[in-house]
């Protein structure tokens, strides 16, 4: 992605500026002639800026950001709290200052074959939009005692809003039907029985699609909605948009996803009642990636399968050995601690197959640097590619970890025997190690003798 920055940066004029489209079709709209662009940011509700650059296919992306915070009136930290990104339903990319949105886009196709398993159709097909949402590097503690401006909340509220109900952010049933409730009053207003009946809501409006289903055992969606909005607008005695807004996100930040950049992979998959006999396809799997730790979500099932914080962990980046091989993908090792109490000395390490490895290793590496606060919190930040606290365990790590890929020989423990958060271990196919780092003969295929 540096490739791609100018050799020199041209002023921006700003000549017009024209209200988002009424159709809102999500597309960069271009002028070809000369070296002017009309360019079109988007925001997370769909809304958009659109102006005219002169010299605009050379403008950089802090260029760019700075005309939509001053275009959307916002505050002076919103140059830190968002950023720009380049986004499509197979890549999401958050630019970083000299990077030129018009080269970035020109070279998506080539960006999609490196980073994407997409097939030829999909990527001919794909047509990404420039994105202005939440920096994924702002520290969350900040955000959460500094952010009071309620054009800020808007867009904070509209991105969490889309992440909850697309499932990319997985909460409990009791999390979503309240934050339903919220949403509810910020768009709605104070409930009105004779108003907000039922069949006002529509649950797709509000609730991720896994709890639009009726079911016996719970009301129909409709109507959980409406009694939760009941329940929201008595809780809030003065009800002003503000304050709605700051107790959506209130609770959207105590989801440990909150802040996310997502990856797609892949991982293996436990044999099943007949073992190794019949060979089972990959999980596809979501890996989250903020400020505190990493996730790893079941795509299909939207269920977490590993939440570990950064300091319960070890990484490293792996590329086959026969890299153009169909069907060979890099991977990012992850180690970890075993949960369990009988084998707390133990080492898990798990293998995540992805185009997109490389891209996580840049991440989690930028993200702990973040937190030991070696460098600011700025969308350029993903630049710095060393870890001071984990370079020693790394170091050691990284012949043995080769050695994973060709040879099978297993790495040091690590020193930490402080447990993950979260884990599903009958989900998962892990490697084990032992204090020595060597690997335990029943860890390297863990067979799930189980019923699915």
Known sequence: MDDIAPPNAPSILMKTYKPPRAENTLVIPVDHSGDGLDVCVFLADKSGVEFKLE????????????????LLELPPMARDLFALWVVSPLLEIQLKPHHVPFRVVQQWPDLLLKYSSASNKEISLDEPVLLFRRNVFFPKNKEMREVRAE??????YA????????????????????????????????YDSNRHKPSFFKPEQYLPGHLCKSSWLRARPEERIAEQHRLASAKLNVISTQKVLKKYMELVWKLPMYGSAFFVGQIERPAGILGT????????????????????????????????????????????????????LPCLF?????????????????????????????????????????????????????????????????????????????????????????????????STFDSQGERMKDGCKKQAWRFR
């Open 151 to 156: 054009e800020c909340l808007r867009l904070l």
């Open 277 to 328: 006999w019949i060979q089972n396809p990959d999980i596809r799997v979501v890996v989250a990636i903020n400020a505190q730790g990493v996730c790893i979500v079941d795509k299909e099932k939207n269920e977490i399968l590993l939440l570990l914080p950064f300091e319960k962990l070890s990484w490293e980046y792996a590329e086959p050995p026969c890299r153009k091989k169909e069907g060979c």
């Open 55 to 70: 010299g605009g296919k050379m403008a950089t992306a802090q260029e760019m950001h700075e005309l939509v915070v001053e």
């Open 334 to 430: 992850v180690q970890f601690q075993a949960c369990d109490r009988k084998h707390s000395d133990y080492t898990r390490l798990l293998q995540v197959f992805s185009k997109q490895a490389i891209m996580m290793d840049a991440m989690i590496e930028s993200s702990v640097l973040l937190k030991t606060g070696s460098v600011p919190n700025t969308p350029s930040s993903c630049t710095v590619l060393i870890y001071p606290r984990l370079q020693d365990v790394r170091e050691r790590l990284n012949s043995a970890l080769r050695d994973v890929v060709d040879k099978g020989a297993g790495p040091s423990a690590l020193t930490s025997a402080i447990p993950a958060m979260i884990t599903k271990m009958e989900r998962l196919v892990v």
């Open 159 to 190: 991105e969490a809003k889309y992440n909850v109900l697309e499932g990319r952010y997985p909460c409990s049933v009791q999390d979503c039907e309240a934050l339903a409730g919220l949403q509810a009053v910020a768009e709605n207003g104070t």
